[in-house]
T-cell receptor
Framework: EAEVAQSPRYKITEKSQAVAFWCDPI?????LYWYRQILGQGPELLVQFQDESVVDDSQLPKDRFSAERLKGVDSTLKIQPAELGDSAMYLC??????????????FGPGTRLTVL | DQQVKQNSPSLSVQEGRISILNCDYTNSMFDYFLWYKKYPAEGPTFLIS?????DKNEDGRFTVFLNKSAKHLSLHIVPSQPGDSAVYFC?????????????FGSGTKLNVKP
């Protein structure tokens, strides 16, 4: 069964350092999403790609966060510099982007970030 | 402005009984609804979904009901098993220009007691 791959699974860093997360979506999925999830809350969308283009980054803190999906396949999310409040689970998801009806997001295992 | 709400942060059920998880939404443009199950330190796993043109979808022990007039959906698990203990997220999809957007509730933590 096809899965969304993410790495690393866990990351511990000190504040002001740079961190990067990688995601490889399910093959053929046009849309890729990065979410941040804080314990006790639902996933919060950071950025959404349609192929290689950003279609929504309204919730991405652009002063420190950046994301790219250069060839429309895998993607990297970067934080520089990391702050204590960035400690969270970072989830990547992908979907086929079926326009009508049954488009389903599939999530990767996530990266648990701890900023000390 | 939270468009998908799960008002019960937690639910405790005895093994073998029915678990009912609820979700309310505000946007009538949602055309597809999904439930995800999440274990600690893992990503959400897709569980079951329903199109807005239906009112019920069943998959084994899991059934999702949609009441469009009330903007309410629920997930029924019968019978509940200890392995069902997890956080359950409700999500809703709408079209946004040429792509789709998903909105998530805050989750309900289900504890199934042996």
């Amino acid at each position: 069964e096809a899965e969304v791959a993410q790495s690393p699974r866990y990351k511990i860093t000190e504040k002001s350092q740079a961190v990067a997360f990688w995601c490889d979506p399910i093959s053929g999925h046009a849309t890729l999403y990065w979410y941040r999830q804080i314990l006790g809350q639902g996933p919060e969308l950071l950025v959404q790609f349609q192929d290689e283009s950003v279609v929504d980054d309204s919730q991405l803190p652009k002063d420190r966060f950046s994301a790219e999906r250069l060839k429309g396949v895998d993607s990297t999310l970067k934080i520089q510099p990391a702050e204590l409040g960035d400690s969270a689970m970072y989830l990547c998801a992908s979907s086929e982007s079926i326009q009508v009806g049954t488009d389903t997001q599939y999530f990767g295992p996530g990266t648990r970030l701890t900023v000390l | 402005d939270q468009q998908v709400k799960q008002n019960s942060p937690s639910l405790s059920v005895q093994e073998g009984r029915i678990s009912i998880l609820n979700c309310d939404y505000t946007n009538s443009m949602f055309d597809y609804f999904l439930w995800y199950k999440k274990y600690p330190a893992e990503g959400p796993t897709f569980l079951i979904s329903i199109s807005s043109i239906k009112d019920k979808n069943e998959d084994g022990r899991f059934t999702v009901f949609l009441n469009k007039s009330a903007k309410h959906l629920s997930l029924h698990i019968v019978p509940s098993q200890p392995g069902d203990s997890a956080v359950y997220f409700c999500a809703a999809k709408r079209q946004w220009g040429n792509f789709n957007k998903f909105y998530f509730g805050s989750g309900t933590k289900l504890n199934v007691k042996p």
